[in-house]
Structures are given as C-alpha cells and as structure tokens.
C-alpha cells in the first residue's frame, strides 16, 4: 500500500500564489508517477498536472499550463504544486495521485489522497 497527505491548501485572493506538497510513503516504489487533480462544487474532477518520477517530464492541464508548475523533490516521494495567478475558477479540492505511468485519465492512478481545499475569492 501507499499513502499519500496532501498539505498547503487555503483561501487566497486572486492573483495571489500558492504552494501545494504531496509526501508519499509505503511502497513507493511501485509509482512511476505522481499528479495532481481538482475538483470544483459541481463539477467533475479533472487532471492538473502530472511528474514523471524517473526522468521528471512533465504535463499540465490547459487551463493551467503557464501559470501552475509541479516539482519532483530529490527523493522522489515528494512532489509540489507551485499555483502563480490563481483565479477563481481555481477553486476546488485538490487531490494528489500516485500511478504506474504519466497520464491524465484518472483510471491511471493506484492511490488518491484525501484531498485539500484551495479557496480563491476576493
């Protein structure tokens, strides 16, 4: 099994910046990737970014490419979510994921956080 916390969520302005960390533990070995998804009231849950554990490739959602980057730490079971310009549509729960392979379907991915709120109003 694998765990996987999320932290650094919270309520922010627009325009503001926020850090998200994803700590991995258990068998962490089994994981080639770790990503992140959002999921807005009312909306279905959508992929944001992903890391390729091995070689640190990366990939981004379109709503957020350029704005949001994600960042392997040298121990490879850490990963950051670095938000720049949030807006309000960024809004939602923020779930950390760990899987096999880089992809952006959810199916992909083995283990699932619990999820942090990230809240972004004026």
């Known amino acids: 099994q694998m765990q996987l916390v999320e932290s650094g969520g919270g309520s922010v302005q627009p325009g503001d910046s926020l850090r998200l960390t994803c700590a991995a533990s258990?068998?962490?070995?089994?994981?080639?990737?770790m990503a992140w998804f959002r999921q807005a009231p009312g909306k279905e849950r959508e992929f944001v970014a992903g890391?390729?554990?091995?070689?640190?490739?990366?990939t981004y959602g379109d709503s957020v490419r350029g704005r949001f980057t994600i960042v392997r730490f040298y121990d490879k079971t850490t990963a950051y979510l670095q938000m720049n310009s949030l807006k309000p549509e960024d809004t939602g729960i923020y779930y950390c994921?760990?899987?096999?392979?880089?992809?952006?379907?959810?199916?992909?991915?083995?283990?699932w956080g619990q999820g942090i709120q990230v809240n972004v109003s004026s």
């Open positions: 890391i390729r554990r091995a070689d640190s490739t990366t």
């Open positions: 994921a760990a899987g096999r392979a880089l992809r952006t379907a959810e199916s992909q991915y083995d283990y």
């Open positions: 258990g068998r962490t070995f089994s994981m080639d990737a």
